[in-house]
């Protein structure tokens, strides 16, 4: 569908409601302001329309085209912080005012989005933790270990005895994580949007779907391909 300029920012969203998150990143109010035309609000964001209309427009890649079962590990963990981590990293910062703003809009009417806030925030601070030790030391750990396999080389010392020991414990982490969207999920009733909710809680249910389906995808990734394979990797050099 064409985007037309003279349309509102409120029509768009409501159209294409995978718009907004770029609206947003452009600076461009869809909501209190989303009654003024594309054209109107864009000048007032002071960015060119036809690039906000590109961005709107641009295909979504598709990646995970990738047979992650025969691929390098090390190209599967750079996968996995390039799309995942930084996809969870942006939207549990936009989310977090995303939801402050709700709460603070309808949180009389809705104390659910009150209840969701606080496990999104206990959430938030345990994925931060959980994708800092990923980055900081089981993945660099796997892309070492491969490069000794594929050198021939002894494997390289491990802190940890096994890798199945911090593997364990990520794991233990996704579980917690994957209650966490459960109790988000049923506390909204699947994110049901109540008939009165304003954009931001309309963007908001949205999104919170999307973020839990990447960290679905995410969790799959490690989970069932890159762990089995790394701790096959492990035994067979032992
Ligand atoms: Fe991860
Ligand atoms: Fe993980």
């Known amino acids: 569908m064409a985007i037309e300029t003279s349309s509102t920012v409120r029509e768009l969203v409501l159209a294409n409601p995978a718009a907004a998150r770029t609206l947003e990143k452009f600076g461009i109010d869809y909501c209190c302001g989303g009654s003024k035309s ?20 641009k295909p979504q890649s598709n990646p995970d085209a990738r047979d992650w079962q025969t691929a390098a590990l090390g190209e599967l963990t750079r996968h996995i912080v390039e799309k995942h981590h930084a996809f969870t990293r942006e939207e549990l910062k936009r989310l977090k005012s995303l939801l402050a703003k709700v709460v603070s809009a309808h949180g009389a009417n809705h104390p659910e989005v009150a209840r969701v806030q606080s496990i999104f925030h206990e959430l938030d601070k345990e994925l931060t933790m959980h994708m800092m030790k990923e980055e900081e030391i089981l993945f660099p750990y796997i892309e070492n270990m491969e490069a000794a396999v594929n050198a021939k080389r002894s494997l390289p010392p491990c802190m940890f005895g096994t ?52 960290l679905h995808e995410h969790i799959h990734l490690e989970n069932n391909i890159l762990f089995p394979r790394t701790i096959q990797m492990e035994e067979a050099a032992f």
């Not at 909204?188 to 999307?210: D, H, K, N």
């Open 38 to 57: 594309l054209a109107e609000a864009c000048a007032k964001a002071s960015v060119p329309v036809e690039q906000v209309i590109g961005a709107i427009e």
């Open 163 to 214: 890798v199945q020991n911090p593997v364990r414990m990520m794991m233990m982490e996704h579980d917690s994580a994957g209650d966490a969207l459960r109790e988000m999920r049923a506390e909204t009733s699947s994110y049901a949007v109540p008939a009165e909710a304003c954009l931001s809680y309309q963007e908001l249910y949205r999104a919170l779907p999307a973020f839990e389906a990447d």
